[in-house]
């Protein structure tokens, strides 16, 4: 995850590409800040199950919708 975002930081990549949402990260602070940097930095963040590209403001929505799913699944687990 660091050797990714030093390469953001550097600007030496243009997209990010997960899976899925909830195996990008579990809290969803370093999530949108992740998402965050990488958007200020003109690197997209796409995910294939969920169709994500952080490129439109629909894909932003969506992934701030599904973020906060997996933050609260996270919740939900640590209680069960």
């Not at 390469?7 to 800040?33: E, H, T």
């Not at 439109?56 to 939900?76: A, Y």
């Amino acid at each position: 995850f660091n050797s990714m975002m030093e390469l953001v930081d550097n600007k030496s990549i243009d997209a990010v590409v997960c899976n899925k949402v909830s195996r990008f990260g579990r809290r969803l602070s370093v999530m949108v800040s992740s998402v965050e940097k990488m958007i200020e930095s003109g690197v997209t963040f796409y995910t294939i199950s969920e169709g994500i590209d952080t490129s439109t403001s629909q894909g932003r929505f969506m992934f701030n919708m599904f973020g906060s799913i997996t933050d609260k699944e996270r919740e939900w687990r640590k209680v069960l």
